[in-house]
C-alpha cells in the first residue's frame, strides 16, 4: 500500500483494527477488510463502511476511531483501491457482490448492522439493495454525498452553465488517464475546490489528497467509466429498510440536487441532513455529524431494546 495513504497523527491517522481479513468476492476478487472495536462482544452492534471512488479505507479514520469505543465497526477496501488488489471486472454487479462477500465474513447469519456508504460506496449499498445478502444483514443505511444516475450532467466541478460543453469537459476531467503525481501545494488545491467545501481546515485536506492519489491511476479511470454510465434509480426503489441521506451544500460532485431525488424515492426515507459549506467529502469534512447521524440509526434501528 502506497505511504500516500498514511496520515501519521491526528484524527484522520488511520487506527490500528482489532482483526484482519481478506473476503473473497463472487468472481474471486480479494478483498482487505477490517474490524475495529469490540470484536469479542458479540452484543456490541456492528456498522459496516463503505468508502467511495479513488478512496480507501483510511477515509473513515474519523468515524472508526469514534465508534470503535462501543461498536464493532467493518471497514474494507473496494476492489483496485487500498488493500485489495484491482480486478478486471469494474461493475456496479461487481460493487453488490463485494458488499455481500464482506457482510458473510463478518457478520453471523442473520446478524443486522447499520451500513454506511460515501459516495461509490452509497452506489454500492444501492446496487446492493435487492440482494439477498444485504437484505440479511441491512438494519438501516446512511447515504453520504452520493447519486444514483446523471452524475456527469449533474457535476458542478466545471462552473460553466449547465449543457452538453459543460458536461462533454466534466466527463474529459473526471476520466482523465492522466497521472495525479505527488500532493504539492497546487494539488492540494485542485482537490479542495473539485472535492471539499471552502472552508475546509487544512489538515483535512492533507488527508484527502494524500488517499486520493495513492490510488492507481489505472483504476481511477476504470472506475471514472463505471460512474459516467450510472444509473441505479431503480435499485433506490429497492432499498427497503430505513435510510438517511446526507449531503453538503457546497459538494460538486454529487450536489444536493441528487440527495433531494433520493429522498423522493427512497421507500423509507428517515430524513436528509444538508450540512451547509460542506463539500463531497462529508465524512472528513463533518465527521462529528456524520458519525451522529450514524450513532442514531444504529440506536433506532439496530439495537435489540430490553424486553423486545
Same mark, same amino acid.
Given at each position: 500500500?502506497?505511504?500516500?495513504?498514511?496520515?501519521?497523527?491526528?484524527?484522520?491517522?488511520?487506527?490500528?483494527?482489532?482483526?484482519?481479513?481478506?473476503?473473497?468476492?463472487?468472481?474471486?476478487?480479494?478483498?482487505?477488510?477490517?474490524?475495529?472495536?469490540?470484536?469479542?462482544?458479540?452484543?456490541?452492534?456492528?456498522?459496516?463502511?463503505?468508502?467511495?471512488?479513488?478512496?480507501?479505507?483510511?477515509?473513515?479514520?474519523?468515524?472508526?476511531?469514534?465508534?470503535?469505543?462501543?461498536?464493532?465497526?467493518?471497514?474494507?477496501?473496494?476492489?483496485?483501491?487500498?488493500?485489495?488488489?484491482?480486478?478486471?471486472?469494474?461493475?456496479t454487479d461487481g460493487l453488490a457482490d463485494d458488499l455481500e462477500a464482506v457482510l458473510a465474513a463478518t457478520l453471523a447469519p442473520g446478524e443486522k448492522a447499520v451500513l454506511a456508504g460515501?459516495?461509490?460506496?452509497?452506489?454500492?449499498?444501492?446496487?446492493?439493495?435487492?440482494?439477498?445478502?444485504?437484505?440479511?444483514?441491512?438494519?438501516?443505511?446512511?447515504?453520504?454525498?452520493t447519486g444514483s444516475s446523471r452524475l456527469v450532467a449533474e457535476s458542478l466541478v466545471v462552473p460553466m452553465r449547465a449543457g452538453r460543453p459543460r458536461t462533454w469537459l466534466t466527463k474529459?476531467?473526471?476520466?482523465?488517464?492522466?497521472?495525479?503525481?505527488?500532493?504539492?501545494p497546487l494539488a492540494r488545491r485542485i482537490l479542495k475546490y473539485g472535492t471539499m467545501g471552502p472552508g475546509s481546515a487544512p489538515e483535512m485536506v492533507e488527508a484527502c489528497a494524500r488517499?486520493?492519489?495513492?490510488?492507481?491511476?489505472?483504476?481511477?479511470? $476504470?472506475? $471514472?467509466?463505471?460512474?459516467?454510465?450510472?444509473?441505479?434509480?431503480?435499485?433506490?426503489?429497492?432499498?427497503?429498510?430505513?435510510? &438517511?441521506?446526507?449531503?453538503?451544500?457546497?459538494?460538486?460532485?454529487?450536489?444536493?440536487?441528487?440527495?433531494? &431525488?433520493?429522498?423522493?424515492?427512497?421507500?423509507?426515507?428517515?430524513?436528509?441532513?444538508?450540512?451547509?459549506?460542506?463539500?463531497?467529502?462529508?465524512?472528513?469534512?463533518?465527521?462529528?455529524?456524520?458519525?451522529?447521524?450514524?450513532?442514531?440509526?444504529?440506536?433506532?434501528?439496530?439495537?435489540?431494546?430490553?424486553?423486545?
Amino acid at each position: 500500500m502506497s505511504r500516500l495513504t498514511r496520515v501519521a497523527f491526528g484524527p484522520y491517522a488511520p487506527p490500528v483494527p482489532a482483526r484482519e481479513l481478506t473476503a473473497v468476492s463472487a468472481d474471486g476478487a480479494r478483498l482487505h477488510v477490517e474490524v475495529h472495536g469490540t470484536v469479542d462482544d458479540a452484543t456490541a452492534p456492528a456498522v459496516v463502511l463503505a468508502h467511495g471512488w479513488t478512496c480507501s479505507t483510511a477515509f473513515w479514520a474519523a468515524q472508526i476511531r469514534d465508534l470503535a469505543a462501543d461498536h464493532r465497526v467493518i471497514v474494507y477496501d473496494q476492489r483496485g483501491h487500498g488493500r485489495s488488489a484491482a480486478s478486471p471486472v469494474c461493475s456496479t454487479d461487481g460493487l453488490a457482490d463485494d458488499l455481500e462477500a464482506v457482510l458473510a465474513a463478518t457478520l453471523a447469519p442473520g446478524e443486522k448492522a447499520v451500513l454506511a456508504g460515501h459516495s461509490m460506496g452509497g452506489m454500492t449499498l444501492m446496487a446492493a439493495a435487492g440482494r439477498a445478502g444485504f437484505r440479511e444483514h441491512a438494519a438501516a443505511v446512511l447515504l453520504c454525498s452520493t447519486g444514483s444516475s446523471r452524475l456527469v450532467a449533474e457535476s458542478l466541478v466545471v462552473p460553466m452553465r449547465a449543457g452538453r460543453p459543460r458536461t462533454w469537459l466534466t466527463k474529459r476531467i473526471l476520466g482523465s488517464r492522466a497521472p495525479l503525481g505527488p500532493v504539492t501545494p497546487l494539488a492540494r488545491r485542485i482537490l479542495k475546490y473539485g472535492t471539499m467545501g471552502p472552508g475546509s481546515a487544512p489538515e483535512m485536506v492533507e488527508a484527502c489528497a494524500r488517499i486520493v492519489h495513492a490510488c492507481p491511476r489505472r483504476v481511477r479511470y $476504470s472506475w $471514472s467509466k463505471v460512474l459516467d454510465l450510472l444509473d441505479l434509480d431503480h435499485a433506490v426503489r429497492e432499498l427497503a429498510v430505513p435510510t &438517511a441521506v446526507v449531503v453538503g451544500t457546497a459538494d460538486r460532485l454529487t450536489p444536493a440536487v441528487h440527495a433531494r &431525488a433520493l429522498v423522493a424515492a427512497l421507500p423509507q426515507c428517515v430524513g436528509v441532513t444538508e450540512l451547509p459549506g460542506i463539500g463531497h467529502m462529508t465524512p472528513v469534512e463533518a465527521p462529528e455529524q456524520v458519525t451522529a447521524r450514524i450513532r442514531e440509526l444504529v440506536s433506532t434501528y439496530a439495537v435489540i431494546k430490553e424486553g423486545a
